[in-house]
């Protein structure tokens, strides 16, 4: 056999116009002169300007630096093969594999009872008659019923309320009714139960431990933030927390408690003492949530604005902090934070229900109140105690799960909240990135579909965009690697409630 | 470097013999599956039934299937070899190696610029055969059998009965394949072999870069890069699991860190990546000036890219790259992984400290390139190659 | 000076109006209807924008951008971003019209079962081997 080598230009075109054609993206301009291009699975490249109108204008040889790049993430294809779209076609079906599955995570509200007073919290009703806000056993065994006729083969069963706890047969009940029906099923079950903790004791300590069921408490910050934004008879809120926190963790394990904060105007000021309270506290990671506007009603559109420019500077200071705590040697995780990088350094999807194109809600989470009314999401149910049930899709006694799951309402919801077709969203190129939530935007702007110009919600996700895609170009090699870490290293399809 | 090939003078051999060797008797039954090695200090024995007897001194005999004055110093027991009317004797497989592997065909459907194992345009589907019979042979107590070429899957069928025939008869041993995965963009080759089952397989395919072209050039075939991609994408979809492989050299390192990426982002499902130092033989040979660079000066790239996937908790591996020549930050991801056959080490390690944790060099290097950097290291530094 | 938008005095591309509004007349050849909405959309938090048919020239809009806040430095910067924004907007329908299709196709083909791009291709005889990938290098 002659020994023939062919040289690199018998492999490609030699003549230096490009006949490439641009595959799907969108831009945006960038302070400094650059533009961010970003397409569908997330990938992304930052251009010069004149670079960007050469790529647009069809003006780009194929021997210039950034070609190269451009065709390997797929912004433009130059020969007849179909591979770059299937390539991207595998990519988008990975970046929506959330919604395989369909329904996976089942919140139960076992009864309205509270002995706290939360000002954020619509809900709860304190030291009322329990036979009228606690979910009967009837409620439960349908809404059991209709979360196995969900296709998921992992199902998270998560106890909420007013204090769940405070209905502790019931979630008793449920666990083992669930468990025994699923000898049949089979199915990956996990069961969380939302509490104060105020209410444990060693019997429900006990059954936890034997049931391997998690516990989510609330942890708003140091004693004087957490206990003025969570009040109840005595005070003592934060006290009760921490220490039953301590028993939990001793009969469940470390890793089984986990905390969440809710931010509120007056958490604004405190972002350093909050999460010095959690690394206080023996937590590894902090989710610094976005503001509620529930419970808000009366507060005007410009107001939450308002307060959402001042939560952006609560989480960069936040951040910043948490970086500088990582540096000196403290590893503690920004939740959200991670959620986002997932979203812009991994080919991976993100279970979070809030954050998704189409919504997470109705769709990957379901909430059955205590009177058997199914809701989209707990912030929905939140709002039907307002008075608002504009995204109840239906009740467990009356309803069937055709008609509850398949049903206009929900299906209404789902095609109104793809941002892919949203104004103001389908171009934007953080889109890959982001995610709608309807009834966020029916509470602040009287639309599920929401008017992105006056949106808090907007605002604040471009805001944080920015920012992490300043820290992951311009930070110490410390912050970028910090970052990476905390987007690549997770598992990715954990359900994050 | 060890060899693998002896020749002797055959008497009564008509065609290819394939059996397990044996230093001493074996009982009447199973003889058919041995061959008899005997040494000169050996006395005659009853060597009746034998698949072929294989003598160090001048022996005769009527009958019986004989290569006499051969050496025998390199095999041992268990060892399979294949014997030829040519007298030429083959080991096939070394029962004392961990490094295992069935040529399984000359032919290739690339020619890449570095290939180590030029391709041969010969039809050699008649090695089908002796694959499934050394298979038969090999010692199910291995724990690791490569097959490789040329190009594996254009064996077809006969590739997919070897890997049956393996999970068959060698449940435990862990198999692994080299191939470009061209073949395998044919959606229904990639099913069949999913379809096999075998519990412990991997392919290894080879990607050297994340733009087409370049990649085809490296390859030297048209549209291979595309066809790799979806044979890698139609064997994730089987459930075989593959590794990419990049050989680095001067025609691939300097988008080490853009192939990272490419692979992470496009080959999700790949359960391991390995970065690999140039082989110095066959077609790299005659193109060494197109492909030399010292490896010390894609140190910083072979780094980042490695890096890359550590990060992102990837399993990766850097093979062939002696420990002097690369970051102290990627030592915990330098194997030890030429085949001790072919496994060497020059004067300049001679007190380097850390030589039992590095891979040292092809047999081949003798004569070709090095680094200018080779040199011994400093002790304490066992910490640094734990990963 | 921007294509499309046209200068009603020497030096300024915007007209400035007596109740303190701004006018831009945009060429109706340059810029389409969809491309002016998008863009409208994008200020509405900050002016009220109001879209005519030019009533002398119907070749043209006359989009007149009136600040929701009484500042009119502020308006004149708006009407700066309105026409870059008009500008991209533009850009951005043209993008879409090139590769809008094989966005729909991509999608498509992430959910659907079989292969939409290589239908035929998908199923070919690897023995035979007609797309003659097996073949040795000539």
Redesign the interface.
């Given at each position: 056999m002659k020994l023939v080598f062919h040289r690199p230009d018998h492999f490609r075109p030699t003549n230096r116009t490009s006949t490439y054609r641009p595959l799907p993206f969108r831009f945006m301009r960038w302070p400094g002169g650059e533009v961010l291009l970003t397409n569908d699975v997330g990938e992304f490249i930052f251009l010069p300007t004149d670079a960007f109108s050469a790529f647009a204008e069809q003006r780009l040889t194929n021997t210039c630096a950034v070609y190269a790049e451009l065709k390997a993430k797929h912004f433009l294809h130059d020969s007849a093969s179909t591979v770059p779209l299937q390539l991207l076609a595998t990519k988008y079906r990975t970046k929506k594999s959330f919604l395989e599955g369909f329904t996976s995570l089942h919140m139960f509200v076992v009864t309205l009872r509270c002995d706290h007073s939360c000002p954020y919290c619509q809900v709860s009703r304190v030291n009322e008659d329990r036979t009228r806000f606690d979910m009967s056993i009837e409620t439960a065994d349908r809404s059991i019923e209709l979360m196995f006729q969900s296709p998921s083969s992992a199902l998270k069963v998560e106890f909420q309320g007013g204090e769940s706890l405070l209905n502790f047969d019931l979630i008793k009940w449920i666990v083992n009714r669930v468990r025994e029906r699923n000898k049949t099923e089979g199915r990956d079950i996990q069961f969380v139960v939302a509490t104060n903790l105020a209410p444990l004791t060693d019997e429900i300590l006990a059954f936890c431990a034997d049931h391997g069921i998690y516990l989510s408490t609330s942890l708003d910050g140091p004693e004087f933030l957490h206990n003025r934004n969570r009040p109840r008879p005595g005070g003592n809120s934060h006290q009760v927390a921490i220490a039953n926190l301590a028993k939990a963790r001793t009969a469940l394990g470390h890793d089984r408690v986990s905390a969440l904060m809710t931010t509120t105007e007056a958490s604004l000021r405190y972002p350093k003492e909050i999460i010095d309270e959690y690394v206080a506290r023996g937590f590894d990671s902090i989710f610094l949530r976005a503001l509620s506007p529930y419970g808000f009603a009366v507060r005007s559109r410009m107001a939450f604005r308002y307060e959402t420019v001042q939560f952006v500077d609560f989480y960069n200071a936040g951040l910043d902090h948490i970086i500088e705590l990582n540096r000196r040697g403290t590893p503690i995780i920004e939740v959200y934070t991670q959620l986002l990088l997932q979203k812009m350094l991994t080919p991976f999807a993100t279970g979070y229900v809030d954050l998704q194109s189409p919504t997470g809600a109705g769709i990957a989470a379901v909430v059955y109140n205590y009177d058997g009314d199914v809701y989209a999401s707990d912030e929905a149910r939140m709002l039907a105690e307002m008075g608002d049930t504009s995204f109840r899709l239906g009740n467990v006694h009356q309803d069937s799960y055709a008609s509850i799951f398949g049903g206009a309402r929900l299906k209404a919801i789902v095609e109104g909240s793809c941002l892919e077709t949203m104004p103001g969203c389908s171009e934007c190129a953080f889109a890959p990135y982001c995610g709608a939530d309807p009834v966020l935007n029916w509470a602040t702007q009287g639309d599920p579909i929401g008017h992105r110009p006056t949106s808090a919600f907007c605002a604040k996700q471009m805001a944080v965009f920015r920012r992490l895609f300043d820290l992951l170009r311009n930070g110490d090699a410390f912050t970028r690697e910090l970052l990476v870490r905390w987007a690549t290293q997770v598992d990715t399809r954990e359900a994050v409630a | 470097m060890i060899p693998l090939s002896a020749y002797g003078k055959a008497e009564n051999i008509h065609g290819p013999i394939i059996g397990r060797v044996a230093f001493h008797g074996v009982e009447p039954s199973v003889r058919n599956d041995h061959v008899r090695v005997l040494r000169s200090s050996d006395r005659a024995a009853d060597l009746c039934g034998y698949a072929a007897v294989l003598a160090e001194g001048y022996v005769t005999a009527r009958e019986l299937p004989l290569v006499h004055s051969v050496s025998v110093d390199h095999l041992g027991p268990g060892d399979v070899v294949a014997v030829d009317p040519r007298g030429h004797v083959r080991t096939l497989y070394r029962r004392a190696s961990p490094h295992n592997s069935i040529f399984a065909t000359d032919r290739c459907n690339s020619f890449c610029l570095m290939c180590s194992q030029p391709p041969k345009n010969v039809d050699d589907q008649w090695r089908v055969a002796e694959h499934l019979r050394l298979v038969d042979l090999i010692d199910p107590a291995t724990t690791e059998l490569g097959i490789s070429g040329g190009e594996p899957a254009l064996l077809k069928d006969g590739l997919i009965d070897i890997v049956a025939r393996c999970k068959e008869r060698l449940p435990q041993t862990a198999l692994h394949i080299l191939s470009n995965g061209r073949v395998f963009s044919y959606r229904r080759f990639a099913a069949k072999l999913g379809a096999v089952g075998h519990p412990d397989l991997m392919i290894g395919v080879p990607l050297y870069s994340d733009i087409d072209d370049r990649h085809d050039y490296v390859v030297q075939a048209r549209g291979a890069f595309d066809e790799t991609l979806i044979g890698l994408h139609n064997l994730g979809a089987a459930g075989v699991p593959v590794e990419i492989r990049v050989v680095v050299h001067a025609l691939t390192w300097e988008r080490l860190p853009q192939i990272a990426e490419f692979v992470y982002r496009n080959l999700t499902f790949a359960s391991h990546v390995t970065f690999m130092g140039l082989e110095m033989m066959g077609f790299a040979v005659p193109n060494l000036e197109l492909l030399w660079i010292d490896p010390w000066d894609y140190r910083d790239k072979l780094a980042e890219a490695t890096l890359f996937f550590a990060t992102r908790g990837v399993p990766v591996s850097v093979y062939n790259h002696q420990l002097c020549t690369v970051p102290e930050t990627i030592w915990p991801y330098c194997r030890k992984s030429i085949s001790d056959w072919k496994n060497e080490y020059v004067a300049a390690c001679n007190g380097c400290e850390v030589r039992e944790h590095c891979g040292g060099f092809f047999s081949s290097v003798a004569n070709r390139r090095t680094s200018r950097h080779i040199q011994a290291m400093a002790a304490d530094l066992t910490a640094r190659t734990e990963c | 000076m921007t294509p499309g938008i046209e200068a009603r005095d020497a030096e300024s591309p915007v007209r400035s109006r007596t109740d303190g509004s701004i006018g831009l007349e945009i060429d109706r050849e340059v810029f389409s209807l969809d491309a002016l909405l998008?863009a409208s959309?994008?200020?509405?938090?900050?002016c009220h924008v109001f879209i005519h048919i030019h009533e002398t020239r119907t070749d043209r809009w006359l989009i007149v951008i009136r600040g929701k806040t009484a500042d009119e430095h502020d308006v004149s910067d708006i009407a700066g971003d309105f026409s870059n924004e008009l500008i991209?907007?533009q850009?951005?329908e043209r993008?879409e019209r090139?590769?809008?299709d094989?966005?729909t196709?991509?999608?498509a083909?992430?959910?659907a079962e079989g292969?939409l791009?290589?239908a035929a291709g998908?199923?070919?005889?690897?023995?035979e081997?007609p797309?003659g990938?097996?073949?040795?290098?000539p």
């Amino acid at each position: 056999m002659k020994l023939v080598f062919h040289r690199p230009d018998h492999f490609r075109p030699t003549n230096r116009t490009s006949t490439y054609r641009p595959l799907p993206f969108r831009f945006m301009r960038w302070p400094g002169g650059e533009v961010l291009l970003t397409n569908d699975v997330g990938e992304f490249i930052f251009l010069p300007t004149d670079a960007f109108s050469a790529f647009a204008e069809q003006r780009l040889t194929n021997t210039c630096a950034v070609y190269a790049e451009l065709k390997a993430k797929h912004f433009l294809h130059d020969s007849a093969s179909t591979v770059p779209l299937q390539l991207l076609a595998t990519k988008y079906r990975t970046k929506k594999s959330f919604l395989e599955g369909f329904t996976s995570l089942h919140m139960f509200v076992v009864t309205l009872r509270c002995d706290h007073s939360c000002p954020y919290c619509q809900v709860s009703r304190v030291n009322e008659d329990r036979t009228r806000f606690d979910m009967s056993i009837e409620t439960a065994d349908r809404s059991i019923e209709l979360m196995f006729q969900s296709p998921s083969s992992a199902l998270k069963v998560e106890f909420q309320g007013g204090e769940s706890l405070l209905n502790f047969d019931l979630i008793k009940w449920i666990v083992n009714r669930v468990r025994e029906r699923n000898k049949t099923e089979g199915r990956d079950i996990q069961f969380v139960v939302a509490t104060n903790l105020a209410p444990l004791t060693d019997e429900i300590l006990a059954f936890c431990a034997d049931h391997g069921i998690y516990l989510s408490t609330s942890l708003d910050g140091p004693e004087f933030l957490h206990n003025r934004n969570r009040p109840r008879p005595g005070g003592n809120s934060h006290q009760v927390a921490i220490a039953n926190l301590a028993k939990a963790r001793t009969a469940l394990g470390h890793d089984r408690v986990s905390a969440l904060m809710t931010t509120t105007e007056a958490s604004l000021r405190y972002p350093k003492e909050i999460i010095d309270e959690y690394v206080a506290r023996g937590f590894d990671s902090i989710f610094l949530r976005a503001l509620s506007p529930y419970g808000f009603a009366v507060r005007s559109r410009m107001a939450f604005r308002y307060e959402t420019v001042q939560f952006v500077d609560f989480y960069n200071a936040g951040l910043d902090h948490i970086i500088e705590l990582n540096r000196r040697g403290t590893p503690i995780i920004e939740v959200y934070t991670q959620l986002l990088l997932q979203k812009m350094l991994t080919p991976f999807a993100t279970g979070y229900v809030d954050l998704q194109s189409p919504t997470g809600a109705g769709i990957a989470a379901v909430v059955y109140n205590y009177d058997g009314d199914v809701y989209a999401s707990d912030e929905a149910r939140m709002l039907a105690e307002m008075g608002d049930t504009s995204f109840r899709l239906g009740n467990v006694h009356q309803d069937s799960y055709a008609s509850i799951f398949g049903g206009a309402r929900l299906k209404a919801i789902v095609e109104g909240s793809c941002l892919e077709t949203m104004p103001g969203c389908s171009e934007c190129a953080f889109a890959p990135y982001c995610g709608a939530d309807p009834v966020l935007n029916w509470a602040t702007q009287g639309d599920p579909i929401g008017h992105r110009p006056t949106s808090a919600f907007c605002a604040k996700q471009m805001a944080v965009f920015r920012r992490l895609f300043d820290l992951l170009r311009n930070g110490d090699a410390f912050t970028r690697e910090l970052l990476v870490r905390w987007a690549t290293q997770v598992d990715t399809r954990e359900a994050v409630a | 470097m060890i060899p693998l090939s002896a020749y002797g003078k055959a008497e009564n051999i008509h065609g290819p013999i394939i059996g397990r060797v044996a230093f001493h008797g074996v009982e009447p039954s199973v003889r058919n599956d041995h061959v008899r090695v005997l040494r000169s200090s050996d006395r005659a024995a009853d060597l009746c039934g034998y698949a072929a007897v294989l003598a160090e001194g001048y022996v005769t005999a009527r009958e019986l299937p004989l290569v006499h004055s051969v050496s025998v110093d390199h095999l041992g027991p268990g060892d399979v070899v294949a014997v030829d009317p040519r007298g030429h004797v083959r080991t096939l497989y070394r029962r004392a190696s961990p490094h295992n592997s069935i040529f399984a065909t000359d032919r290739c459907n690339s020619f890449c610029l570095m290939c180590s194992q030029p391709p041969k345009n010969v039809d050699d589907q008649w090695r089908v055969a002796e694959h499934l019979r050394l298979v038969d042979l090999i010692d199910p107590a291995t724990t690791e059998l490569g097959i490789s070429g040329g190009e594996p899957a254009l064996l077809k069928d006969g590739l997919i009965d070897i890997v049956a025939r393996c999970k068959e008869r060698l449940p435990q041993t862990a198999l692994h394949i080299l191939s470009n995965g061209r073949v395998f963009s044919y959606r229904r080759f990639a099913a069949k072999l999913g379809a096999v089952g075998h519990p412990d397989l991997m392919i290894g395919v080879p990607l050297y870069s994340d733009i087409d072209d370049r990649h085809d050039y490296v390859v030297q075939a048209r549209g291979a890069f595309d066809e790799t991609l979806i044979g890698l994408h139609n064997l994730g979809a089987a459930g075989v699991p593959v590794e990419i492989r990049v050989v680095v050299h001067a025609l691939t390192w300097e988008r080490l860190p853009q192939i990272a990426e490419f692979v992470y982002r496009n080959l999700t499902f790949a359960s391991h990546v390995t970065f690999m130092g140039l082989e110095m033989m066959g077609f790299a040979v005659p193109n060494l000036e197109l492909l030399w660079i010292d490896p010390w000066d894609y140190r910083d790239k072979l780094a980042e890219a490695t890096l890359f996937f550590a990060t992102r908790g990837v399993p990766v591996s850097v093979y062939n790259h002696q420990l002097c020549t690369v970051p102290e930050t990627i030592w915990p991801y330098c194997r030890k992984s030429i085949s001790d056959w072919k496994n060497e080490y020059v004067a300049a390690c001679n007190g380097c400290e850390v030589r039992e944790h590095c891979g040292g060099f092809f047999s081949s290097v003798a004569n070709r390139r090095t680094s200018r950097h080779i040199q011994a290291m400093a002790a304490d530094l066992t910490a640094r190659t734990e990963c | 000076m921007t294509p499309g938008i046209e200068a009603r005095d020497a030096e300024s591309p915007v007209r400035s109006r007596t109740d303190g509004s701004i006018g831009l007349e945009i060429d109706r050849e340059v810029f389409s209807l969809d491309a002016l909405l998008r863009a409208s959309y994008k200020f509405t938090d900050r002016c009220h924008v109001f879209i005519h048919i030019h009533e002398t020239r119907t070749d043209r809009w006359l989009i007149v951008i009136r600040g929701k806040t009484a500042d009119e430095h502020d308006v004149s910067d708006i009407a700066g971003d309105f026409s870059n924004e008009l500008i991209d907007q533009q850009l951005r329908e043209r993008l879409e019209r090139q590769f809008g299709d094989v966005r729909t196709l991509i999608v498509a083909q992430a959910f659907a079962e079989g292969n939409l791009l290589d239908a035929a291709g998908a199923d070919e005889d690897y023995v035979e081997d007609p797309s003659g990938i097996g073949r040795p290098r000539p």
